[in-house]
C-alpha cells in the first residue's frame, strides 16, 4: 500500500515563527504536492515538485516556500507564519501518469496564534 | 481554465435512503480525467474512482455508481441505501492530460451525513 506521512496531525504556532511541514512518501512517486483545505473553498494547490529540486507554484504560492532535497521528502516552509495561515494542510504524491491518482497523507491541522 | 462545481455544501439523509452528489465541471481539453475522492472524520483522503474522458460508461462498485455525462459536463456520485459509515466529506477533481505532474483542481466539497 502506498503510505504517505505528515510530521504532525497537529500544531500550533505563534506569529512570526517559522514553521516546517514535512511530508514523506514511500513509493517511489516522482510528483510531490501541498495543497491547504480550508471549509467552502475544497482544496487549494499551494506548490508542487515533479522531481527532486524541482518545484513550481500552484494557485496559493504567496507566504510559503518548498524544499524537495531527496525524492521521498517534500517540506512546506512557512518563512514567517500569520494567523491567516491557519489550516488544514495535506500532502499528496503520485506517479507521473496519464491517469495522476494522487495519494494522501493525513493532514496537518496548523493553528497560528 | 479549469473548474470544478459542487453546488452541494451539505447533505444529510437517514440510513438506508439513496444519495446523489453532484459534480458539474468546465475544462477545454478534450482529454482529461475526473475523480472522487472520500475524506472521512479522520483527515486523509481516500481514492474512490477515476475516469478518463473517452470512457463514459457508468460505473457501479458495490454501494456506489458513477454517471458520467459529457453532454452536461457532469460527474455525479450516488451511494444506494446509505450507511452511518459514509458519512464523509466528498471531492470532486478534474485534471488536464497536459502540463508537468497533471495537477487536480478540486471542488469545494459536500459534507455527507447519515443520521442512523
Given amino acids: 500500500d502506498v503510505k504517505v506521512t505528515q510530521s504532525s496531525r497537529y500544531l500550533v504556532k505563534r506569529t512570526g515563527e ?12 516522482e510528483n510531490m504536492f501541498w495543497y491547504r483545505q480550508d471549509p467552502g473553498l475544497g482544496l487549494r494547490l499551494i506548490y508542487f515538485s515533479y522531481d ?12 510559503y516556500s518548498v524544499s524537495r532535497e531527496k525524492k521521498e521528502r517534500f517540506s512546506l516552509i512557512l ?21 495522476n491518482e494522487q495519494f494522501f497523507g493525513p493532514g496537518t491541522r496548523l493553528t497560528v496564534l | ?10 447533505i444529510s439523509v437517514v440510513e438506508k435512503e439513496d444519495v446523489t452528489l453532484d459534480c458539474v465541471y468546465e475544462t477545454r481539453d478534450t482529454t482529461y480525467y475526473l475523480f472522487w475522492y472520500k475524506q472521512p472524520p479522520s483527515g486523509e483522503l481516500v481514492f474512490l474512482i477515476r475516469r478518463n474522458s473517452f ?62
Avoid at chain 2, 1 to 10: P, R, S
Fill in chain 1, 18 to 29: 517559522k514553521v516546517f511541514l514535512e511530508c514523506v512518501q514511500d513509493m517511489d512517486h
Fill in chain 2, 55 to 116: 470512457d463514459e460508461q457508468n460505473e457501479i462498485s458495490g454501494r456506489y455508481s458513477w454517471n458520467f455525462q459529457k453532454s452536461t459536463s457532469s460527474f455525479n456520485f450516488t451511494i444506494t441505501a446509505s450507511q452511518v459509515v459514509d458519512s464523509a466529506v466528498y471531492f470532486c477533481a478534474l485534471s488536464e492530460a497536459a502540463g508537468s505532474a497533471r495537477q487536480l483542481t478540486f471542488g469545494s466539497g459536500t459534507q455527507l451525513t447519515v443520521l442512523p
Fill in chain 1, 52 to 63: 527532486v529540486k524541482m518545484k513550481e507554484k500552484g494557485d496559493i504560492p504567496e507566504g
Fill in chain 2, 1 to 10: 481554465a479549469q473548474k470544478v462545481t459542487q453546488a452541494q455544501t451539505e
Fill in chain 1, 79 to 99: 518563512e514567517s507564519a500569520s494567523t491567516n495561515q491557519t489550516s488544514m494542510y495535506l500532502c499528496a504524491s503520485s506517479f507521473t501518469s496519464r491517469y
